[in-house]
């Protein structure tokens, strides 16, 4: 099947090595989607590894934000960012109220708590790319007429780097919270990639030396990783290879491409995108 | 002690672009997991069980230098305690210091010798601050086959600890941040849980010294693992908790 003609998407969702070794499977899930008028929406969650329905906190919510009508804008129908703001916040309740219903069905003794997990939903058009989040992970994207990788926001920390927010918990439900966790970033996206915090160390510069004071996170995409990859991905899609043979080759490439990916135990998810026009 | 502490810049020296997508790595340092292991060394634990320890040990560095992120990150030192307390290895990424050979003798200083072990904890946190590094929780490994000797205060240590895991050190090289400390007691052949108990903030978990180079490997994969855990969940170690996937657990 070849892929939708507005955008080529590599997408996958790897078991990490800490996960495979103690039985688990993969506590990521993603989904991918092109509208009707060639909009893109990509649905990143992370389950928390040790609660113990992450993974299907993950996959609950990767398909109650992926297949929301309500992202599918029609043509004059740009929001606004208090528009993308209030929107967003009622697709993240609402997942997050899916998740209480699951939890209560499943064995009304589990805590929510254990259905932890963070979420990214991306929506790219022809004119803006919106961005809501919770928890932590990456993201970033390419404009028209820029060479520069933007990051699409900043991961949520705890009190040390391996802590974050989940869906599960309250504290992601207040005003305070959306003015950071959602934006809209105006201008024509040509390349889009989201990831959960398993890639984060291959493809973004996060904890470097700042000089004088020791070590920071800078929260910056690194261009050798995400400029080759966009420009494979265009030659793949000229050469029209269909989108079974793209997944293959990009679940190898997560898989083990790079040094980092190989030694990383976390499970790990990118979600890529290229526009092709 | 320092010089390697910053460990490589492992991303660094890992860009080579030998995949289908043409993609180098960013370059990242690691932030660092401190774990002490406090060791019983009392002469109760002489012959086999001190062996298994030692052997146990070895496997433990083998596992995480297998790891190529995990020897970046586990920063480990050592307390032993007998009749007397000492550091048979301070901290350190795993092999940059030879692992000790532990040895046996006299009775149980344990209250003294985990109080040591804070100690080289917090002070190790505030070199991290210090030194514009950061750190994930620092793991406390307290391992014994007896209980402390009639002169320790096991009840004032045990209030100690809680604070360290429910409100944790805060360092004045950064101050307001304050890190939680995870502890893990195992009660080793039959060492009367009741009685660790007395201090342990958590759950003592029950290890047969046969089980020594299982348990080590464990912790060389908990420690891996520690690094990506996430807050909000506290990392469970009870039996229970642990349940079929802890192989050294001693069920009754």
Same mark, same amino acid.
């Given at each position: 099947?070849?892929?939708?003609?507005?955008?080529?998407?590599?997408?996958?969702?790897?078991?990490?090595?800490?996960?495979?070794?103690?039985?688990?499977?993969?506590?990521?899930?993603?989904?991918?989607?092109?509208?009707?008028?060639?909009?893109?929406?990509?649905?990143?969650?992370?389950?928390?590894?040790?609660?113990?329905?992450?993974?299907? *906190? =993950? &996959? +609950?919510?990767?398909? /109650?934000?992926?297949? @929301?009508?309500?992202?599918?804008?029609?043509? %004059?129908?740009?929001?606004?960012?208090?528009?993308?703001?209030?929107?967003?916040?009622?697709?993240?309740?609402?997942?997050?109220?899916?998740?209480?219903?699951?939890?209560?069905?499943?064995?009304?003794?589990?805590?929510?708590?254990?259905?932890?997990?963070?979420?990214?939903?991306?929506?790219?058009?022809?004119?803006?790319?919106?961005?809501?989040?919770?928890?932590?992970?990456?993201?970033?994207?390419?404009?028209?007429?820029?060479?520069?990788?933007?990051?699409?926001?900043?991961?949520?920390?705890?009190?040390?780097?391996?802590?974050?927010?989940?869906?599960?918990?309250?504290?992601?439900?207040?005003?305070?919270?959306?003015?950071?966790? *959602? =934006? &809209? +970033?105006?201008?024509? /996206?040509?390349?889009? @990639?989201?990831?959960?915090?398993?890639?984060? %160390?291959?493809?973004?510069?996060?904890?470097?030396?700042?000089?004088?004071?020791?070590?920071?996170?800078?929260?910056?995409?690194?261009?050798?990783?995400?400029?080759?990859?966009?420009?494979?991905?265009?030659?793949?899609?000229?050469?029209?290879?269909?989108?079974?043979?793209?997944?293959?080759?990009?679940?190898?490439?997560?898989?083990?491409?790079?040094?980092?990916?190989?030694?990383?135990?976390?499970?790990?998810?990118?979600?890529?995108?290229?526009?092709?026009? | 002690?320092?010089?390697?502490?910053?460990?490589?810049?492992?991303?660094?020296?890992?860009?080579?672009?030998?995949?289908?997508?043409?993609?180098?790595?960013?370059?990242?340092?690691?932030?660092?997991?401190?774990?002490?292991?406090?060791?019983?060394?009392?002469?109760?634990?002489?012959?086999?069980?001190?062996?298994?320890?030692?052997?146990?040990?070895?496997?433990?560095?083998?596992?995480?230098?297998?790891?190529?992120?995990?020897?970046?990150?586990?920063?480990?030192?050592?307390?032993?305690?007998?009749?007397?307390?000492?550091?048979?290895?301070?901290?350190?990424?795993?092999?940059?210091?030879?692992?000790?050979?532990?040895?046996?003798?006299?009775?149980?200083?344990?209250?003294?010798?985990?109080?040591?072990?804070?100690?080289?904890?917090?002070?190790?946190?505030?070199?991290?601050?210090?030194?514009?590094?950061?750190?994930?929780?620092?793991?406390?490994?307290?391992?014994?086959?007896?209980?402390?000797?009639?002169?320790?205060?096991?009840?004032?240590?045990?209030?100690?600890?809680?604070?360290?895991?429910?409100?944790?050190?805060?360092?004045?090289?950064?101050?307001?941040?304050?890190?939680?400390?995870?502890?893990?007691?195992?009660?080793?052949?039959?060492?009367?849980?009741?009685?660790?108990?007395?201090?342990?903030?958590?759950?003592?978990?029950?290890?047969?010294?046969?089980?020594?180079?299982?348990?080590?490997?464990?912790?060389?994969?908990?420690?891996?693992?520690?690094?990506?855990?996430?807050?909000?969940?506290?990392?469970?170690?009870?039996?229970?908790?642990?349940?079929?996937?802890?192989?050294?657990?001693?069920?009754?």
């Amino acid at each position: 099947v070849n892929p939708p003609a507005a955008w080529l998407v590599a997408a996958a969702s790897i078991t990490g090595a800490g996960h495979s070794i103690v039985g688990e499977g993969c506590q990521d899930a993603h989904s991918w989607r092109v509208t009707a008028r060639g909009d893109l929406i990509i649905v990143v969650c992370d389950g928390a590894g040790s609660s113990a329905r992450g993974g299907d *906190a =993950a &996959r +609950l919510v990767v398909a /109650a934000l992926s297949s @929301a009508p309500s992202l599918e804008l029609s043509h %004059a129908d740009e929001l606004s960012e208090d528009q993308w703001r209030e929107l967003a916040e009622v697709l993240f309740r609402d997942a997050r109220t899916q998740l209480e219903t699951l939890a209560e069905r499943t064995n009304p003794r589990i805590a929510l708590a254990e259905f932890a997990c963070t979420a990214q939903l991306v929506l790219v058009t022809d004119s803006a790319l919106y961005m809501a989040h919770v928890g932590d992970g990456r993201a970033t994207a390419r404009f028209s007429g820029s060479d520069e990788w933007l990051p699409l926001f900043v991961p949520d920390r705890g009190e040390v780097a391996n802590e974050t927010v989940f869906l599960s918990t309250p504290l992601p439900f207040d005003a305070q919270y959306w003015r950071d966790a *959602a =934006a &809209r +970033l105006p201008g024509r /996206a040509n390349a889009v @990639a989201v990831m959960t915090d398993g890639c984060e %160390a291959a493809a973004f510069e996060c904890y470097v030396p700042d000089g004088a004071s020791g070590f920071h996170d800078p929260n910056r995409p690194f261009p050798g990783f995400f400029s080759p990859v966009a420009k494979k991905l265009r030659s793949l899609a000229e050469e029209q290879t269909p989108q079974v043979d793209v997944d293959a080759m990009w679940e190898v490439f997560i898989r083990g491409g790079l040094p980092r990916f190989a030694a990383e135990s976390d499970d790990r998810t990118m979600v890529f995108g290229v526009r092709l026009d | 002690m320092c010089r390697h502490i910053f460990g490589d810049n492992f991303n660094r020296r890992a860009t080579v672009a030998d995949n289908d997508f043409g993609a180098e790595q960013a370059l990242n340092y690691e932030r660092k997991v401190p774990c002490a292991l406090v060791i019983d060394t009392s002469g109760s634990m002489s012959g086999s069980p001190i062996e298994q320890a030692n052997a146990g040990l070895l496997l433990f560095e083998k596992e995480v230098l297998a790891d190529s992120v995990a020897k970046q990150r586990v920063d480990l030192t050592i307390v032993t305690f007998d009749s007397a307390v000492e550091v048979a290895r301070d901290f350190a990424l795993l092999g940059d210091v030879v692992m000790p050979t532990l040895t046996t003798k006299g009775t149980t200083r344990l209250v003294d010798g985990v109080r040591q072990a804070v100690e080289l904890i917090k002070g190790r946190i505030d070199w991290y601050f210090s030194t514009g590094q950061d750190c994930y929780r620092p793991y406390l490994l307290i391992i014994t086959d007896g209980e402390p000797d009639a002169d320790q205060d096991p009840g004032a240590l045990k209030r100690e600890l809680q604070e360290l895991v429910n409100v944790g050190h805060d360092s004045s090289e950064k101050p307001g941040h304050p890190r939680k400390f995870n502890v893990m007691t195992f009660a080793v052949d039959g060492a009367p849980a009741e009685k660790l108990a007395q201090f342990s903030p958590t759950t003592p978990v029950e290890l047969k010294s046969q089980n020594f180079r299982e348990f080590f490997k464990y912790i060389a994969t908990v420690t891996r693992q520690v690094s990506r855990s996430k807050a909000e969940e506290k990392i469970d170690l009870s039996p229970e908790a642990l349940g079929a996937k802890n192989p050294f657990i001693v069920t009754t």
